[in-house]
T-cell receptor
Framework: NAGVTQTPKFRVLKTGQSMTLLCAQD?????MYWYRQDPGMGLRLIHY???????AKGEVPDGYNVSRLKKQNFLLGLESAAPSQTSVYFC??????????FGPGTRLTVT | GEDVEQSLFLSVREGDSSVINCTYT??????LYWYKQEPGAGLQLLTY?????DMKQDQRLTVLLNKKDKHLSLRIADTQTGDSAIYFC??????????FGKGTKLSVKP
């Protein structure tokens, strides 16, 4: 099993550009999450999904959208990137909503 | 509200025990977690404890939970240089997400 994978690993965007981050898991987990990690802030939840076709807002959802069309994939979209979205983005999945397994992260810089 | 606090730094000598402490606020948390993050990597689940337990041991790791004081600790026995990393304490939040502390950076000196 590859576990949780994220694409891309690194990206640089200009302000106003859009992009989609892809998270994939091969563990048949129902729950998937997107977090951002900023220096001195720990990890904060952006959006999450409790199953295929469902999404919900987390602590810091503004400026992001998500989709869960297939159980194994969870996409995070930035429609109009801003410098405040410069961060490291982590995806996680969970079988039951308790323990979560994380991907390696995507480092995004918005200039 | 939900909040998790940890000290930011800990330095120990190789072979000593490390103890990383954490306090949390939500007394209804059912699970509490310890994650490890090495430089440039994702978070690795080390262990977790159910709230009705006082202690859990897994090889060199010992987790102690004091539910009355809302205090969680992670003890690493015989600390090695490969244990150098940032350790995150987390509790399960009301949305099913994890509420993380800011992380404790463990430095192991040879």
């Amino acid at each position: 099993n590859a576990g949780v994978t994220q694409t891309p690993k690194f990206r640089v965007l200009k302000t106003g550009q859009s992009m989609t981050l892809l998270c994939a898991q091969d563990m048949n987990h129902e729950y998937m999450y997107w977090y951002r990690q900023d220096p001195g802030m720990g990890l904060r939840l952006i959006h999450y999904s409790v199953g295929e076709g469902t999404t919900a807002k987390g602590e810091v959802p503004d400026g992001y959208n998500v989709s869960r069309l297939k159980k194994q994939n969870f996409l995070l979209g930035l429609e109009s990137a801003a410098p405040s979205q410069t961060s490291v983005y982590f995806c996680a999945s969970s079988p039951t909503g308790s323990e979560q397994y994380f991907g390696p992260g995507t480092r995004l810089t918005v200039t | 509200g939900e909040d998790v606090e940890q000290s930011l730094f800990l330095s120990v000598r190789e072979g000593d025990s490390s103890v990383i402490n954490c306090t949390y606020t939500d007394s209804s948390s059912t699970y509490l977690y310890w994650y490890k993050q090495e430089p440039g990597a994702g978070l690795q689940l080390l262990t977790y404890i159910f709230s009705n337990m006082d202690m859990k041991q897994d090889q060199r790791l010992t987790v102690l939970l004091n539910k009355k004081d809302k205090h969680l600790s992670l003890r690493i026995a015989d600390t090695q240089t490969g244990d150098s990393a940032i350790y995150f304490c987390a509790e399960r939040g009301s949305q099913g997400n994890l509420i993380f502390g800011k992380g404790t950076k463990l430095s192991v000196k040879p």
